[in-house]
Nanobody, 118 residues
Framework: QVQLVEFGGGLVQPGGSLRLSCVASRSLFSIYAMGWFRQAPGKQRELVARVSSGTTNYADFVKGRFTISSDTAKNIVYLQMDSLKPEDTAVYYC?????????????WGQGTQVTVSS
């Protein structure tokens, strides 16, 4: 199992920046993939960015604006969000995927609200 705690959400003006942090309760090296998802009111949860074995991938709507990175010494995964738009407003969730023989398990943080508004 793994526990995930997110930090860093808040209110920011359009064009501004925020950095989200996700602290994992175990070594990132023991986790198959770490990612950030978001869910806006009335919409489904969607992938924002993911990192696995050093490989990153991003949703098209954040490419060039958001960056996912990790600090393996502190077991933290970051999401740097720049050039924020009102449509980025959502609850952002940290996700971890653990893989065992024949199965995988998803774990989620509690979510952190990001609001982009003037």
């Amino acid at each position: 199992q793994v526990q995930l705690v997110e930090f860093g959400g808040g209110l920011v003006q359009p064009g501004g920046s925020l950095r989200l942090s996700c602290v994992a309760s175990r070594s990132l090296f023991s986790i198959y993939a770490m990612g950030w998802f978001r869910q806006a009111p009335g919409k489904q949860r969607e992938l924002v960015a993911r990192v696995s074995s050093g490989t990153t991938n991003y949703a098209d709507f954040v490419k060039g604006r958001f960056t996912i990175s990790s600090d393996t010494a502190k077991n933290i995964v970051y999401l740097q969000m720049d050039s924020l738009k009102p449509e980025d407003t959502a609850v952002y969730y940290c996700n971890a995927v653990l893989v065992r023989v024949g199965t995988s398990e998803n774990y989620w943080g509690q979510g952190t609200q990001v609001t982009v508004s003037s």
